[in-house]
């Protein structure tokens, strides 16, 4: 089974201005970027502040980034949320703009659902969708939502709903997971991706596809290469590069981590804006946190380009 997805893809960090609205265009030179050094667009997702915006604004942004000619191929909008015709609406836009994929939460509000409960959250949102074209990628991601998907589920899902459930993302953070979920499915085509390039390596390896991860965003091109290289004699190595870079960002809350990386980088501030409950670095921690990148020597290749105004840029 052939996939538009491969190797290493992004939830895209989400930008906000500082009236507090996404901003699509800093959004647009981001995934462009993101685009350039091979990392496909894994859009509102839980490093993109999803759940903390509106059907309408995700909507008003997927449209803006397919506007601007970025692949709607290269996509895999996250449309999962609380409310089935919330997923359902989202699902939809999606598959009608020509997006690869969707990475679907199931509902995540009420805890202790069966399997049963969760089978029938999925099956109404693809037979509301009723479209040939769209690929379902599951999201687990039991620390955050804690909604587990079992492996009984994805099976029973598969056996109804072939070709349409295409894959998973795995943020349990246990390997043990992400192994069991590859050695029962990866050999039908079932797309396993881990949820962080920690697990990189060993998720191709095993034969998965490959990682959906927060660090796509500041580290883009090193994660893409060991995607591409992963058979290559210093793939270790580059492995051990990787996690040096995220044990950085770990240190820190990382969607806020991230941005502020940018915004440093970049010399636009407003990147570093997030959206409440979540709030920025203090400048304290800041610190810290360029003084760490500094000292392994981390550099984002293509900061400059993710400024708002270019003048902005020092």
């Not at 893409?224 to 210093?234: H, N, V």
Request: glycine residues 8%.
């Amino acid at each position: 089974m052939s996939t538009t997805f491969h190797g290493a893809l992004s939830p895209v960090l989400t930008p906000f201005d500082d009236d507090g609205a996404p901003s699509a265009e800093r959004l647009v030179r981001h995934c462009r970027a993101l685009l350039n050094d091979d990392v496909g667009l894994a859009v509102f997702g839980t490093n993109s502040e999803a759940n903390s915006m509106s059907v309408a604004e995700k909507r008003v942004l997927l449209d803006a980034l397919i506007d601007a000619g970025l692949p709607a191929a290269r996509m895999m909008p996250g449309t999962g949320a609380c409310a089935l015709p919330d997923t359902i609406e989202l699902t939809r836009h999606a598959v009608t703009r020509g997006c690869g994929g969707v990475l679907m939460l199931p509902p995540f509000y009420y805890k202790g659902v069966s399997d049963e409960g969760l089978f029938r959250a999925f099956a109404s949102v693809i037979e509301a969708v009723g479209d040939a074209r769209l690929k379902v990628y599951l999201y687990h991601i039991p620390p955050v939502a804690q909604v587990p998907l079992s492996l009984a589920l994805i099976e029973r899902l598969l056996k109804a709903y072939p070709g349409t459930v295409a894959g998973i993302k795995d943020s349990s953070g246990d390997w043990n997971n992400t192994s069991a979920v590859i050695d029962a499915f990866a050999s039908t085509g079932f797309e396993v991706f881990a949820g962080s390039e920690t697990f990189l390596l060993r998720t191709l390896e095993a034969g998965g596809a490959g990682c959906i991860t927060a660090t796509g965003n500041v580290n883009a091109a090193a994660i893409a290469r060991l995607a591409r290289e992963w058979p290559s004699a210093d793939a270790v190595a580059q492995q051990r590069r990787l996690d040096e870079v995220r044990a950085v960002f770990q240190r820190f809350p990382m969607i806020a981590a991230m941005k502020a990386a940018i915004a440093w980088q970049s010399g636009d501030e407003g990147w570093a804006n997030l959206r409440p409950p979540l709030v920025e670095l203090g400048a304290g921690q800041r610190a810290q946190l360029e003084s760490a990148l500094d000292a392994i020597g981390f550099r984002m290749p293509h900061a400059a380009q993710l400024a708002l105004r270019t003048e902005a840029a020092h």
